[in-house]
């Protein structure tokens, strides 16, 4: 596959409510074999956009779009079928936290598993030969008996991890990340976000990060989309956060705790200004 074909093509993305209230508004960028953050405050609408390409947004939902597609397919009108035939194979979504995404009636293994069962003609014997494989890959000690385990004897950083698991387990094209540390401690947060980016670099794959958190996507990121109330305001390299001239990313990264600033009073956005150039006043 070349590496130079677009993943994620979006233009003039709109979600609404029945009522007609507009909760991402004319949202457009596309994405290919690289490493993209979608960031912004809660409520910015960056998580119904990752839900959107996905096909799991709310029926309280409306999307109309020129156009969405991922992976060179329309997204606007498939059937549940086609969505099953994408989801899990094609791209994988990795969500918040294990301790409600994971099933706590079933195994680690047999949550890793599944996505073989649905997508591939595999033997039993294969199966497990993968998963196993999936779990070493993804830092899961023991895989031959941590497989018959239940999510609630794992930890958080262990739980993030399986969910990872099943993610990759088909060797998708592309991953969807939102918040995929969230729930984990500073320490934990760096491991685990590591572990996703290094497996994506090996192979080869497209992955959109959703996140609030600017130090990460300078960190981990090769471009960075910024989103203010449901619209697209600032997009740039990574590694040009630092330096942006919009109100809004330079807020959002001048206020990161650090010790210099102890005692200093951090920046306020003027929301007025914002809201009066975008239209959300």
């Given amino acids: 596959m070349a590496s130079n074909q677009t993943l994620i093509d979006i233009e003039n993305l709109t979600i609404s409510l ?45 999307v109309t779009a020129d156009k969405l597609e991922m992976l060179e397919t329309p997204l606007l009108n498939l059937s549940q079928k086609q969505w099953g035939q994408l989801r899990g194979r094609k791209v994988a979504m990795v969500l918040q936290d294990p301790k409600y995404a994971l099933n706590p009636a079933r195994t680690i293994g047999m949550q890793i598993e599944e996505p073989l069962v649905l ?29 018959h385990s239940y999510p609630h004897q794992l930890s958080g950083g262990m739980g993030q991890r399986v969910m990872l698991a099943i993610a990759l387990i088909n060797d998708p094209e592309l991953l969807i990340a939102d918040e995929p540390t969230s729930a984990l401690d500073h320490e934990m947060r760096d491991q685990v976000l590591e572990l996703i980016f290094s497996l994506v670099k090996e192979r080869n794959m497209g992955l959109l990060l959703i996140s609030h958190d600017l130090q990460q996507v300078a960190d981990y990121s090769e471009r960075v989309l910024v989103m203010y109330q449901g619209q697209l305001v600032d997009e740039l390299k990574a590694s040009e956060l630092a330096h942006s001239t919009h109100p809004y990313t330079q807020t959002l990264w001048s206020c990161q705790p650090h010790i210099d600033k102890r005692g200093a009073p951090l920046p306020v956005l003027d929301r007025d200004v914002l809201e009066k150039r975008y239209g959300t006043a």
């Fill in 119 to 147: 997508h591939q003609k595999m033997s039993r014997k294969a199966r497990i030969e993968k998963v196993e494989a999936m779990m070493i890959a993804v830092g899961l000690p023991n895989p031959e008996k941590l497989r």
């Fill in 18 to 62: 029945d009522n007609g209230q507009r909760l991402v508004k004319n949202l457009s960028f596309k994405i290919g074999h690289e490493r993209v953050a979608l960031v912004g405050e809660s409520g910015s609408g960056k998580s119904l956009t990752a839900k959107t390409l996905m096909g799991l947004l709310p029926n309280a939902c409306h």
